[in-house]
Each structure stands twice: as C-alpha cells, then as structure tokens.
C-alpha cells in the first residue's frame, strides 16, 4: 500500500505559480513512477504529467508542456508540480497517483491522493 496527500493547491491569478506536493507513505516510494492528473466540472480526468521512478525521465500533456515541471526527492518521499503561466483552463482538481511504471493512462497506476483543487482566475 502507498498512501498519497496532496497539497499546495488553491487561487492564483492568470499568469500565476503555484507548487503542489504529493507527500507518500507506506511501501518505498522510489519504487514507483508517479504522475499528476487533473479533473475540471463537468470533464473527465485527464493526464498532466508523470516522472520515472528516478526522476530522470518526464512526460507532459501538450496543454501543460514549457509551462509545468514535474520533480520527486525520493529521500523526501516527495513529488512536486510546479505550474507557470497558469490559465483559467487549468482550473481543476489535481490528482497524484503511483503506477509500476510511466504512462498517460490512468487505468496504469494503482493508488490515487485525495485531490487538491486548484482555481485560476482573477
């Protein structure tokens, strides 16, 4: 089992950062890859961005790329999302989950955080 909390979530204005954390528990964190989702009203959940086991290989969706940044400090049992240049589109509740490996379907991964929602808008 891996227990997932999310945090840093919140309003940040157009154009605006914020970094979420993903803070895990339970079996060896460095075991998984991780990954970020997101679920806006009314739309289904969808892939934001995952990084290997190591942290030495990233993906990202085409609507996040050059504007997000995906890390993990496995001596931290941490993930991270650093969001830039964030839009009201991006208003949404963000997921952490952990898979055996990288993938953009959400069906790979095996345990999900609770969400922390984030709100763009001014």
């Known amino acids: 089992q891996v227990q997932l909390v999310e945090s840093g979530g919140g309003l940040a204005q157009p154009g605006g950062s914020l970094r979420l954390s993903c803070a895990a528990s339970?079996?060896?964190?460095?075991?998984?890859?991780m990954g970020w989702f997101r679920q806006a009203p009314g739309k289904e959940r969808e892939f934001v961005a995952a990084?290997?086991?190591?942290?030495?290989?990233?993906y990202y969706a085409d609507s996040v790329k050059g504007r997000f940044t995906i890390s993990r400090d496995n001596a931290k049992n941490t993930m991270y999302l650093r969001m830039n240049m964030l839009k009201p589109e991006d208003t949404a509740v963000y997921y952490c989950?952990?898979?055996?490996?990288?993938?953009?379907?959400?069906?790979?991964?095996?345990?999900w955080g609770q969400g922390t929602q984030v709100t763009v808008s001014s």
């Open positions: 990084v290997s086991w190591s942290g030495g290989r990233t």
């Open positions: 339970g079996r060896t964190f460095s075991s998984y890859a």
């Open positions: 989950a952990a898979a055996p490996h990288t993938s953009s379907d959400s069906g790979t991964y095996d345990y």
